[in-house]
């Protein structure tokens, strides 16, 4: 069997976890900000070289927040596209005002899943 999950919806939930501090959101969202900003400029101004800027501009203030405020590993290592798909949907999230409880939601929803399996493990020992 595969630990390797096996679409976005499944990603998502794994995704919102691995950012529950605010202040790796935050960078995420000035990183992502900055890098559709750069990108922005490249296409108006036909600069096609500014694109690896965008990279740093969005992945540097990302994964500052990953190893050195939520000391995680960035999931853009093992699953790339979902991981800026789902940066696009946090960035979206955190204008909107929705992604604190976003995260206060999969929080929830993992406590339950835990006290599920261990209610299920104490059951099976009996």
Same mark, same amino acid.
């Given at each position: 069997?595969?630990?390797?999950?096996?679409?976005?919806?499944?990603?998502?939930?794994?995704? #919102?976890? !691995?950012?529950?501090? =605010?202040?790796?959101?935050?960078?995420?969202?000035?990183?992502?900000?900055?890098?559709?900003?750069?990108?922005?400029?490249?296409?108006?101004?036909?600069?096609?070289?500014?694109?690896?800027?965008?990279? #740093?501009?969005?992945?540097?203030?990302?994964?500052?927040?990953?190893?050195? #405020?939520?000391?995680?590993? &960035?999931?853009?290592? =093992?699953? &790339?596209?979902?991981?800026?798909?789902?940066?696009?949907?946090?960035?979206?999230?955190?204008?909107?005002?929705?992604?604190?409880? !976003?995260? !206060?939601?999969?929080?929830?929803?993992?406590?339950?899943?835990?006290?599920?399996?261990? !209610?299920?493990?104490? =059951?099976?020992?009996?």
């Amino acid at each position: 069997m595969s630990d390797r999950i096996g679409s976005f919806e499944e990603f998502w939930p794994f995704d #919102v976890l !691995e950012h529950e501090n =605010k202040t790796n959101r935050r960078l995420h969202f000035v990183g992502t900000t900055a890098a559709m900003a750069v990108l922005g400029t490249a296409l108006i101004k036909r600069r096609p070289e500014l694109i690896p800027l965008a990279l #740093v501009a969005g992945y540097g203030p990302a994964w500052i927040g990953h190893f050195f #405020v939520e000391k995680n590993r &960035p999931a853009s290592f =093992k699953y &790339p596209l979902w991981s800026l798909l789902g940066d696009f949907k946090m960035w979206g999230k955190t204008v909107r005002g929705t992604m604190d409880r !976003e995260v !206060e939601r999969q929080k929830a929803k993992r406590t339950q899943v835990t006290a599920e399996a261990r !209610e299920a493990a104490a =059951k099976s020992v009996n």
